[in-house]
């Protein structure tokens, strides 16, 4: 099957300045992706140049097996079949929902038009909202109206730039889950742009992070948050702690929190000092471990509890856990490893820059060094 949206080798400049480089990535026709990255790391340049608004210095863009960007030359924004979705809706406050929907549905009939129209009000949960104005709505119920228009002419592929961002926090994830819902429905291939990996997580298939003009990893959400490719996805994606350990055999490291078992990556002998990444959910809390560590820091969450603990050498680690298992700020604990997916970092992959080697293991025991 051909992909729908294909970049190779995008480069997008202004003047001397690179804003991305060298972008590789494909998605298949129904496929939600993300580029997601903090403020200024190039994901806005790279969605204005799949729409057609700015050249490329580098690469070329494909939308459904056709070439639409080069350097030289690019298919103007208005015949690449691309919706857009803002991060102020920009809905016109003069029309109506019904009229807003059908604005670029003007080469339809008006029978074909109404049914476009009701189709989509249906699919957005706005029935009986047609004859109502933006103002008279809620943040949400503009991001569907908006969301409508852009599906309405059925684009090759939806961009969407920074759709929740002047919405509520509380509202922002369970909107990216309606609207993953709503695509995945209408069999519509989109590409979201967001610095909130929340949202990403929620309605995405394929996530791009980010990181100075670069792309560091293309995958899933769970491959990002268990399998980072570098420093950079590792600290990005989700929260963690980096320990250094050192390697005593190909199957054995020693950690601040003792002796782990698991593949050493290649390159790395007896005595190599490496570093390792535990996620939150590596690490748990019993009273019966010999492993020691003090409260520091603790955030509610909820259904969970979010545990800063400090260790005897000065190293911190994080631990999530129900919330029934409530401890004071101060109160020694012991510690135990669940670790499953195990990331280590070679001395040359340390700057944060290169692949990771990935090592996976279920323990929860550990020998005190």
Same mark, same amino acid.
């Given at each position: 099957?051909?992909?729908?949206?294909?970049?190779?080798?995008?480069?997008?400049?202004?003047?001397? /300045?690179?804003?991305? =480089?060298?972008?590789?990535?494909?998605?298949?026709?129904?496929?939600?992706?993300?580029?997601?990255?903090?403020?200024?790391?190039? =994901?806005?340049? @790279?969605?204005?140049?799949?729409?057609?608004?700015?050249?490329?210095?580098?690469?070329?863009?494909?939308?459904?097996? /056709?070439?639409?960007? +080069?350097p030289?030359?690019? !298919?103007?924004?208005?015949q690449?079949?691309?919706?857009?979705?803002?991060? *102020?809706?920009?809905?016109?406050?003069?029309?109506?929902?019904?009229?807003?929907? $059908?604005?670029?549905?003007?080469? @339809?009939?008006?029978?074909?038009? +109404?049914?476009?129209?009701?189709?989509?009000?249906?699919?957005?949960?706005?029935?009986?909202?047609?004859?109502?104005?933006p103002?008279?709505?809620s943040?949400?119920?503009?991001?569907?109206? $908006?969301?409508?228009?852009?599906?309405a002419?059925r684009?090759?592929?939806l961009?969407l730039?920074?759709?929740?961002s002047?919405?509520?926090?509380?509202?922002?994830?369970?909107?990216?889950?309606?609207v993953r *819902?709503?695509? /995945?429905?209408?069999?519509?291939?989109?590409?979201?742009?967001?610095?909130?990996?929340l949202e990403a997580? $929620?309605m995405?298939?394929?996530?791009?992070?980010i990181?100075?003009?670069?792309?560091?990893?293309?995958?899933?959400?769970?491959? @990002?948050?268990?399998?980072?490719?570098?420093?950079? !996805?590792?600290d990005?994606i989700?929260?963690?702690?980096?320990?250094?350990?050192?390697?005593l055999?190909?199957?054995?490291?020693?950690t601040?929190?003792g002796e782990?078992?698991?593949?050493?990556?290649?390159?790395?002998p007896?005595?190599?000092? !490496?570093?390792?990444?535990?996620?939150?959910?590596? !690490?748990?809390?019993?009273? *019966?471990?010999?492993?020691?560590?003090v409260?520091?820091?603790?955030?509610?969450?909820?259904?969970?509890?979010?545990?800063?603990?400090?260790?005897?050498?000065?190293?911190?680690v994080?631990?999530?856990m129900?919330?029934?298992?409530?401890m004071?700020?101060?109160?020694?604990?012991?510690?135990?490893?669940?670790? +499953?997916?195990?990331?280590?970092?070679?001395?040359?992959?340390?700057?944060?820059? =290169?692949?990771?080697?990935?090592?996976?293991?279920?323990?929860?025991?550990?020998? /005190?060094?």
């Amino acid at each position: 099957m051909n992909n729908q949206l294909e970049l190779n080798g995008v480069s997008v400049a202004y003047g001397h /300045k690179i804003a991305a =480089k060298e972008i590789s990535f494909s998605l298949a026709p129904g496929q939600i992706g993300c580029l997601l990255g903090p403020s200024g790391c190039g =994901k806005t340049s @790279l969605l204005r140049a799949i729409a057609g608004f700015e050249p490329l210095a580098q690469g070329e863009i494909h939308l459904h097996g /056709k070439l639409v960007s +080069r350097p030289g030359d690019r !298919v103007p924004p208005e015949q690449r079949r691309v919706g857009m979705v803002f991060q *102020d809706f920009a809905l016109f406050p003069h029309l109506n929902v019904e009229k807003n929907i $059908a604005f670029g549905l003007r080469r @339809l009939t008006v029978i074909e038009r +109404r049914r476009r129209v009701e189709e989509l009000l249906a699919l957005t949960g706005l029935e009986g909202a047609g004859s109502t104005y933006p103002h008279q709505l809620s943040g949400g119920q503009q991001q569907r109206v $908006a969301l409508a228009r852009a599906m309405a002419p059925r684009p090759e592929i939806l961009l969407l730039d920074e759709p929740f961002s002047n919405l509520d926090v509380e509202l922002r994830e369970q909107l990216a889950g309606e609207v993953r *819902d709503l695509l /995945k429905r209408d069999r519509v291939t989109a590409i979201l742009v967001t610095h909130d990996q929340l949202e990403a997580f $929620a309605m995405c298939d394929l996530i791009g992070a980010i990181h100075q003009g670069q792309l560091q990893q293309w995958d899933s959400a769970y491959r @990002l948050y268990h399998n980072p490719a570098n420093r950079f !996805v590792a600290d990005f994606i989700g929260q963690g702690s980096i320990l250094d350990a050192r390697v005593l055999d190909a199957a054995r490291l020693i950690t601040p929190l003792g002796e782990i078992e698991g593949a050493v990556p290649k390159g790395c002998p007896p005595g190599c000092q !490496v570093q390792i990444l535990l996620r939150p959910d590596d !690490v748990f809390l019993t009273r *019966d471990s010999p492993l020691r560590g003090v409260i520091l820091k603790k955030a509610f969450r909820g259904s969970e509890y979010l545990y800063t603990l400090g260790l005897a050498d000065g190293n911190q680690v994080l631990s999530l856990m129900p919330s029934h298992q409530d401890m004071a700020v101060g109160t020694e604990t012991g510690l135990g490893l669940d670790v +499953r997916h195990l990331v280590v970092f070679r001395p040359d992959q340390i700057a944060g820059d =290169k692949p990771l080697e990935h090592t996976g293991f279920v323990s929860n025991t550990f020998t /005190k060094p």
